[in-house]
């Protein structure tokens, strides 16, 4: 997901920050792959890392990123003060030009996080947005099958069901969701906005 993430932004040299971040799987890759000059993953999970919540307060300073990664994290935010905060905060850190490398799923019925509330306050500009709904379902088709036995083979009874939720199984909400149209998933590339663009949609 990384790799469709990135588009044609790379990393090389640059200041990136990964926002929910996990266990750093894929920050290792890509220092491993991209050679960024530094690389930095936050999480505000207690099972992970327990550094920073992005919807409060980014703990870098004022535009010291090139590149923030953010997958699969926006449509947890909830309120939209949350979003509007953490805009806020994305804002703040980026550098002139840096980029916001966005990649969720988002609800047809206006529920939760779109685009669109990404650059309510005028300060980002969207530079590339598609919709990658059907590849996201075609991947866990093609993965079914290995997750749901590492599920069966490795989960506590008890917890295979949130595992089931978490993997997009066929059958769960998320994959449901997206199969009847009732969600949609893009990857978006965000870019700061300057004094000479014009604001377009």
């Avoid at 327990?50 to 953010?70: M, V």
Wanted: aromatic share 10%; with cysteine.
């Amino acid at each position: 997901m990384i790799l469709f993430v990135l588009a044609n932004v790379t990393l090389t040299d640059q200041n990136v920050l990964e926002i929910n971040c996990g266990r750093g799987a894929g920050a290792a890759w890509c220092v491993h792959t991209h050679a960024p000059h530094s690389y930095i993953g936050i999480d505000p999970s207690q099972d992970v890392i327990n550094l920073s919540d992005a919807t409060k307060h980014l703990p870098f300073e004022d535009k010291s990123i090139d590149i923030i990664l953010c997958i699969e994290t926006t449509h947890a935010f909830g309120e939209p003060i949350a979003i509007t905060q953490f805009v806020n905060e994305v804002v703040r850190v980026l550098r002139t030009n840096g980029y916001l490398l966005h990649c969720d799923f988002c609800y047809m019925n206006g529920s939760g996080t779109s685009t669109y509330n990404l650059i309510a306050n005028g300060e980002l500009i969207i530079k590339e947005k598609i919709n990658i709904t059907r590849n996201v379902l075609r991947a866990l088709d093609i993965q079914s099958k290995s997750r749901t036995d590492i599920v069966q083979r490795y989960i506590q009874p008890e917890e295979q069901e949130y595992f089931r939720r978490f993997a997009g199984l066929p059958g769960t909400q998320i994959y449901e969701d997206m199969s009847q149209g009732r969600s949609e998933y893009w990857r978006v590339v965000f870019r700061k906005k300057t004094t000479t663009d014009i604001f377009v949609i």
